[in-house]
């Protein structure tokens, strides 16, 4: 097991060399140690813990406070892979609203970088953070903290005119300082695109295998959402007989590019 601390460089650096980022979500230290194990580079304490963990409908009712103690109980395990922790609905709402919610995720939660979900409308924002030495996720297409603005949970991107919105989104994020860019129900072709596009590394989920890396809720691979699992997930779990041998399977997979498949990517 490599023990190097994965930084915002070890992750530009795997982009370069073509080798996929393998993230996950995590939500405890226990899960800390098992992905760890198996070489996970992200570990995303993403705010869908709202539905997988506590239950609720929507990742809408997180709060701040929610996400400060995931981000601590994974904090507490953590050897080397990067802490990426969500900033739950209306937290970011302003630059400086923003500055004091990534201060605790930080300080309180000891996340190493914070993620938001928009696109130009959040640019200020993510200059602000940046500057303020805060490194910043983007996240782009499907947008869960918007779901009732949205109306369902549905791939974003499909028409040219919405296409082009996204990448010009993605390059001005990433201009203002955005180190990471997640793609969320994106069509394949045009998460390559951006992927192509960009100099910060990528990472996707329901975006094709196209990207520089692959992410999903933990709860899906291991066939535990109690929602059924969406298509552009797998469940690994079954037939293995171990989280751990699950968690290994899927970061195999994703470095080999076998995840995800053509039966989990829309065109
Ligand atoms: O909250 C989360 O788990 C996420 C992923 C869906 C990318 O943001």
């Known amino acids: 097991m490599n023990t190097k601390p994965v930084t915002l460089s070890t992750l530009a650096a795997l982009k370069q060399g073509g080798e996929r980022i393998v993230a996950l979500t ?3 230290a226990s899960f800390c140690r ?8 992200v570990l995303l304490v993403g705010d869908s813990l709202g539905m997988v963990i506590q239950g ?3 990742t809408v009712p997180v709060t701040l406070d929610d996400m400060v103690y995931h981000s601590a109980c994974v904090a507490r395990a ?3 892979a990067l802490i990426l922790v969500d900033m739950p609905f209306l937290t970011y709402a302003t ?24 696109g130009a409308p959040f640019v200020e924002t993510v200059r602000r953070l940046t500057a303020n030495g805060v490194p ?6 499907l947008l ?16 040219r005119a919405s296409a082009l919105a996204m990448l010009e989104d993605a390059v001005a994020l990433q201009d203002a300082g955005a180190g990471l860019l997640v793609l969320e129900c994106v069509p394949a072709e045009l998460a390559r695109e951006i992927a192509c596009a960009l100099r910060i590394p990528v990472i996707g989920i329901g975006a094709g295998n196209g990207c520089d890396g692959q992410v999903l809720v933990l709860h899906d691979l291991l066939g535990l959402n109690p929602r059924g699992a969406p298509r552009f997930s797998k469940d690994f779990l079954t037939g293995r007989g171990s989280l751990g041998a699950a968690v290994a399977a899927y970061a195999e997979a ?6 995800p498949g053509p039966e989990q990517t829309a065109y």
Do not use: N, W
């Open 26 to 28: 995590c939500y405890d």
């Open 95 to 118: 630059p400086d609203l923003a500055l004091a919610s990534a201060g605790r995720l930080m300080r309180e939660g000891g996340a190493q970088m914070v993620k938001l979900e928009g």
């Open 144 to 159: 869960p903290q918007s779901i009732h603005r949205l109306g369902g949970y549905r791939y974003q991107g499909r028409d």
């Open 78 to 80: 953590r050897r080397q």
């Open 56 to 58: 609720q409908d929507t």
């Open 136 to 141: 910043v996720c983007a996240h782009l297409g």
């Open 34 to 41: 098992l992905l760890e194990e198996a070489g996970v580079h």
């Open 254 to 259: 994703v470095r080999s590019g076998d995840f």
